[in-house]
Structure formats: C-alpha cells, structure tokens
C-alpha cells in the first residue's frame, strides 16, 4: 500500500512538473482556492448557527453591558430583559437594566413588584451604566436627554423599524412578542427551565433558566399576544411549551390577575357610552385623564363589542392627546392608520403592529383657529381624520 501510494505521488509530481515549469505559482493558486474555500465554509455555518450561539460571544466581549427598555416599559420589555441578563451571566457579564419614562399602568406595576427585576430608572444618556448599549423590545432610544447619541451594540425586537445594531440584530416582526424571541436564545445555548421546588434537580447555573426568569418570559408572551390569540406565530407557541416547565404558576397568577383602579373602568365605561360608530369601525372621545394607561385599556374592550373590528380610543392630559387603536380586520393596519393620521401633525409620534397601535398628538398642533393656548380637547375633524384613516383614506 505505501509503494502504491510512492508512486502516485511521484507521478502527480512528475505531471505537475511537466505542464507547470514553475509549480510555485500553481501551489500558491492551490492554497489560495483552499483558503477562500474555508473562509466561505465558516462564514456560512457562522450565519448558520442559532441566533442565541451568535448572540453569546457579542456579550461574551464585554464586562459590563445596560440593557435598555423603551420608555413605560411592559411586561414583554421587562421580561425580555431579565431573560437577557441571565443570558449574560451565564458568560460573566455584568448587566444593568435601565429605562426611562414611568411604570405606571397596574399589570407593568404588578409584574415589577412580583417579580422584582432589578431595573433603573434614567433621565440622560449619560446615567446609562455602561457604554455598550443593548435595546430590547425597541430599535432606537427614545425618551431621555441625549438618547440621540447612543448607538446600540445590539438591537433585539419584534416591531417594524429601521433600527439596528453595531454588532448584533435580531427583529423578527412576524412575532407576538420579544420574550419569545430572547425564549428562543436560552434555548439555542442548551439552557433548560427549572422549577425551583424540583426535588433533586439542578435550580440554578449557566445550562438553566431560573423560575422567575421563565415565569417573567411566559408572561410577556401572554400580554404581548393577549393569551396567544392576537397576532401570536408559531414561534411564540413553541417559546411557551419550552418555558412551561420552568413557570411557577402561583406568581403567573397573581402577575395575570391585578386589581383594577377605579379611573380604569370609569374611562372604560366613558368610552362605550361616547362611542361614534361608523360601520364596524368606531372611535371614542374619553376626554380628560390622569391615568394615560387607560386608554388602551379600553381599546381592548372597545374592539370586542359585537360587529366592531376596529376601534381607537383617545383621551387629552396635560396638553397631550393619547391614542390606543385595536384591529382584528385584515383591511386596517392599526399601527400605519395611526402614523397616517401624525404624519401631518408636527410633533406627533405614531406607531405600532397591524392588530394594535398607539399616537400622541399635542393639542397645541391640533388648534385650527391660529390660537397660541392648546385646546381643551381634539377638533372635530380629529375624529374624522381618524375614521378616514381606518377606512384607508389617508
């Protein structure tokens, strides 16, 4: 065998020299071709690895990191984190979670004080723990001084957006909600659900998710995707049956049942009794509030009264008009009918999904009749911008 192998080798030596009097080149071609070959191969199993295993060495590189909520974080931002920072530790980085703005409607309050993530409130850019910055639940920092100035080193979402990361994005818009997405990275590393009342198994450590952190996660599925029955995928499906074994069902509870403020089912009741249906659409002038959160509050029930497929609620404080918008027609995009509507109104913010949307308007934009003092509530034509807007008008 080995003289068989001899004397291949000294024919492909003989033939090579015989059509390349040089070999040197041929050699250097050789090896160059086999180098491009390995580079690519390693580029497209990089670009095949699971999104968690691409995510971990970006965190990997750094000591410190803040995770950052968009303001009035939710449920889905809080969870998301969490399961991030623990993502993190499992590769010694320290995390800071950090948001600005308030947590202010009672199932934000309720998840915060059931499962006590360790999160800060900022003001400014420059109280942001750390220079490496990663958004959760949003693609660009908003609502602090200087937020303008931050580039993110990574970007993990699920909402339409231009956004992205210097190191890291992920936005997947076809999903209900972030946890799902950051579910799916715990999962890709080999990390498993806990219960910590387990007998016998291992509660803690890099290759578990703890209990509050997939209790945090489910609940964020649940509240993005309203028990998985509004704009849920299949992915947040498997997300939840990978977390369930790790839920403690005792906080999901009490984190899914808070009690209800009294301003909450007043402004519900306002805005059934205002009603101004227009086909199966209908919006509702709530008038002045102190609670913002509300009003979406009441677009959830808004959207459920019998042959209403879309609804939008609006409600005035402190100058400001807020907009929740509902949808389960196919026809209207809730989150583009709300940024038609503030496209024309300076210093109007819009966004949001097709099944759910929210705006601000200042009022002072809204006045028609060259007044310098904000009205005390929208013009008329307000609400009619908001039905033609529905109706695909605008």
């Known amino acids: 065998m080995q003289s068989l192998v001899k004397v291949v080798t000294e024919r492909v ?3 090579t020299n015989s059509y390349v009097p040089d070999p040197a080149p041929f050699l250097a071609t050789v090896l160059g071709v086999v180098a491009v070959a390995i580079s690519l191969w390693l580029f497209v199993n990089w670009f095949r690895r699971p999104m968690g295993e691409r995510l971990k060495p970006v965190l990997a590189t750094r000591e410190e990191i803040a995770i950052l909520l968009h303001p009035n974080p939710d449920p889905d931002a809080m969870a998301s984190a969490m399961g991030l920072a623990h993502l993190a530790s499992t590769v010694d980085t320290e995390c800071t979670i950090q948001y600005s703005g308030q947590i202010r409607h009672q ?4 998840f915060q004080n059931v499962l006590d993530p360790d999160i800060e409130q900022i003001s400014r850019a420059d109280e942001l723990a750390a220079d490496d910055v990663v ?4 693609d660009a920092p908003r609502g602090f001084e200087g937020s303008e100035t931050i580039m993110p080193v990574a970007v993990i979402d699920h909402h339409p957006g231009n956004g992205t990361g210097l190191e890291f994005t992920d936005k997947r818009t076809d999903y209900g909600a972030c946890a799902s997405i950051v579910a799916e990275y715990l999962r890709d590393v080999g990390a498993t659900p806990v219960d910590d009342d387990a007998d ?3 509660t803690s450590g890099d290759d578990t998710v703890p209990t509050n952190v997939a209790t945090g996660l489910m609940y964020g599925i649940h509240s993005d995707t309203n028990r998985l029955t509004s704009g849920v995928s299949g992915a947040d499906f498997d997300a939840a049956s990978y977390l369930c074994r790790g839920v403690d069902e005792t906080l999901l509870d009490r984190i899914a049942s808070p009690e209800v403020d009294t301003e909450v089912l007043d402004i519900k009741a306002r805005a059934i009794s205002n009603r101004d249906a227009r086909g199966p659409f209908v919006v509702s002038d709530v008038g002045g509030i102190s609670n913002v959160d509300a009003i979406p509050q ?3 029930e808004l959207v459920l009264l019998e ?12 100058g400001t008009i807020h907009v929740s918008g509902r949808s389960h027609d196919d026809r209207v995009h809730m989150g583009e009918a709300l940024e038609n509507v503030a496209a024309d109104v300076a210093d109007a913010s819009a966004g949001g999904h097709s099944r ?4 601000e308007f200042p009022l002072l934009e809204l006045a028609t009749d060259g007044g310098s003092e904000p009205l005390e509530g929208p013009p008329p034509e307000f609400t009619d911008d908001l039905f033609a807007a529905l109706e695909g008008d605008v």
């Open 135 to 138: 958004l959760v639940d949003h």
């Open 13 to 15: 030596i003989q033939t």
């Open 200 to 202: 016998g198994e291992l």
């Open 298 to 300: 009441a677009a959830d």
């Open 307 to 318: 042959g209403t497929t879309a609804a939008v609620v609006h409600g005035s404080r402190n």
């Open 107 to 110: 199932e934000n309050r309720v």
């Open 356 to 359: 759910m949307g929210g705006a």
